[in-house]
């Protein structure tokens, strides 16, 4: 009996590869090796991608002028009917890639074949997954310029506003609600350049590569490429249809981002409390207790917070996908959309989550007064006072250390404490003290770029703006 005997009828191996193929695949087997379930995302980048590359395959000769039209009508429909929700996506077919060409075939007939001519769906899921990423990208760019703007808003309203400046979640010295945004807003500054550094590594088209070593057909890279929007062709073959690490670096993006949310959410969680009090969250980001009436709980920064969890966990399983794998292709690969796909839209809904609720903070600026004016948070303050009379900063940290034990035993702020209380612990301190030991006096005093101040808060938010709105 002899090989041809034993093969099962065509239509029971895949149309795409079956050919040395003895038997059909396991059904376990093929529901375990689709892709369908998950990469069907990619399709509209994937016809993208295919309408390029037979448009370059008819411009070095390969397709003639009457398959490429037939090739175009044909994704295009195919294209209507998945924006539809009209396709019928197999199983059987494995991915995205050989739904949409068997669907093409099926449509056209054998010039839907011709498609894959020079191609290999190494190279073309390489592609696919540039091109949606690259869109998701863009999709992103303005969901962050829209929170960075209500975060700079808010933080030039709030230029004025006092509150304790905390390290170690101890009261350390005043700063303004304003300033304490801008920070924020720093981190978000840094995360938008990583964004952007990301879009322009990945934005090289890996088309042409083929299975990894090229191909034998008269293509046109630099056609393809510029077709697709890409900056240029990529240099390597094997590279191109093996390393996932544009996936791994907007991983790396979302990572930082999502920890940097995470920190903001805390603060809000902290800030919301009972406890501190300092600001209020509008109902519409809150839920409430079945059990317990009182309570309000900000549900969304606890979220946000908690999301940072997966995000982080989906950086690392791409990063050990990534780790062990010899060039070029190699199926674990197929392991990088799930990750990525749920990164992108995590930090997309965070993402619109804050920039829906940083703008509608509202600020207790009484409670968050009284907190700077408990805890001592001028004493720096009279250290430097005491330095501008001529005494050693080490000394002067002593004396003041002095009447923050006498504050605490009388239970009393230094600011206020009289005159001749003060004067106990030295005698150069006179009437002008009290200038240096009100929280106004203390925030004016920092004035110098980077300072709370609240002039330069506001310059700073003006600068801050600027940027934002100089991005194209
Ligand atoms: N579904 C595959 C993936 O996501 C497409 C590439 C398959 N290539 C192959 N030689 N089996 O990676």
């Known amino acids: 009996m002899n090989n041809s005997d034993k093969k099962p009828p065509a239509d029971k191996t895949n149309q795409a590869w079956g050919g040395r193929f003895n038997e059909p695949v396991d059904t376990f087997v093929a529901r375990f090796t689709a892709s369908v379930g998950f990469d069907h995302r990619l399709a509209q980048q994937d016809i993208q991608g295919s309408l390029a590359h037979a448009k370059m395959l008819n411009s070095t000769g390969v397709l003639t002028a009457e398959e490429l039209e ?23 077919l ?4 050989m739904n949409i060409e068997a669907a093409l075939t099926e449509r056209i007939g054998i010039v839907g074949k011709k498609l894959h001519t020079g191609r290999s769906r190494n190279d073309q899921v390489a592609t696919d997954i540039r091109l949606w990423l690259r869109d998701q990208i863009d999709a992103i760019k303005p969901m962050f310029s829209k929170l960075q703007e209500g975060m700079i808003a808010l933080a030039a309203a709030e230029a004025d506003t006092i509150m304790p400046g905390f390290t170690h979640l101890q009261t350390a010295q005043p700063v303004t609600f304003g300033h304490h945004l801008l920070a ?8 938008y350049g990583r964004l952007l550094d990301c879009r322009a590594r990945l934005n090289q088209s890996p088309l042409g590569a083929a299975a990894l070593a090229g191909t034998t057909y008269p293509i046109n890279r630099e056609f393809t490429a510029s077709e697709l929007g890409f ?16 996936a791994i670096e907007f991983c790396a993006f979302a990572s930082i981002l999502m920890t940097h949310m995470s920190r903001m959410s805390e603060e809000l969680v902290l800030w919301t409390s009972a406890q501190f009090q300092f600001v209020n969250l509008p109902d519409r ?13 900000p549900d969304v920064p606890e979220l946000v917070r908690g999301k940072t969890g997966r995000v982080n966990g989906y ?7 990534m780790k062990s794998q010899p060039l070029a292709y190699n199926k674990d690969n197929q392991e990088d959309k799930e990750p990525l796909f749920d990164t992108v839209d995590t ?22 007064y009284e907190a700077a004016r408990r805890g001592f948070s001028t004493a720096t303050d009279l250290a430097d006072y005491l330095v501008g009379k001529g005494i050693a900063f080490r000394d002067s940290h002593e004396i003041v250390g002095k009447s923050v034990a006498y504050g605490i035993a009388e239970n009393k702020d230094l600011s206020q404490m009289g005159l001749e209380e003060l004067q106990q612990f030295s005698e150069l301190i006179t009437e002008d003290v009290f200038d240096v030991l009100t929280l106004e006096g203390s925030v004016a005093a920092r004035n110098h770029i980077g300072g709370t101040a609240p002039d330069q808060v506001r310059a700073a938010a003006d600068r801050a703006l600027q940027q934002v709105r100089s991005r194209s």
Do not use: Y
Not at 71 to 92: C, K, M, P, V
Not at 241 to 246: A, C, I, L, T, Y
Not at 315 to 321: D, Q
Not at 349 to 364: K, V
């Open 70 to 92: 037939l090739i175009n009508s044909g994704l295009q429909q195919i294209a209507a009917e998945i924006e539809a929700g009209n396709f019928n996506w197999s199983i059987a």
């Open 94 to 97: 494995e991915d995205v890639h």
């Open 184 to 191: 924020w807003n720093e981190m978000l500054e840094r995360d």
């Open 231 to 246: 900056t240029k062709p990529t240099e390597n073959s094997l590279d191109s249809v093996s390393d996932r690490d544009f």
């Open 285 to 297: 980001f809150c839920t409430g207790s079945s059990i317990m009436p009182q309570k309000k709980n």
């Open 315 to 321: 950086l690392i399983a791409l990063l050990t996908l």
């Open 347 to 368: 930090v997309s809904d965070c993402l619109r989550a804050f920039g829906d609720m940083i703008p509608a903070i509202e600020t207790n600026k009484a409670s968050m």
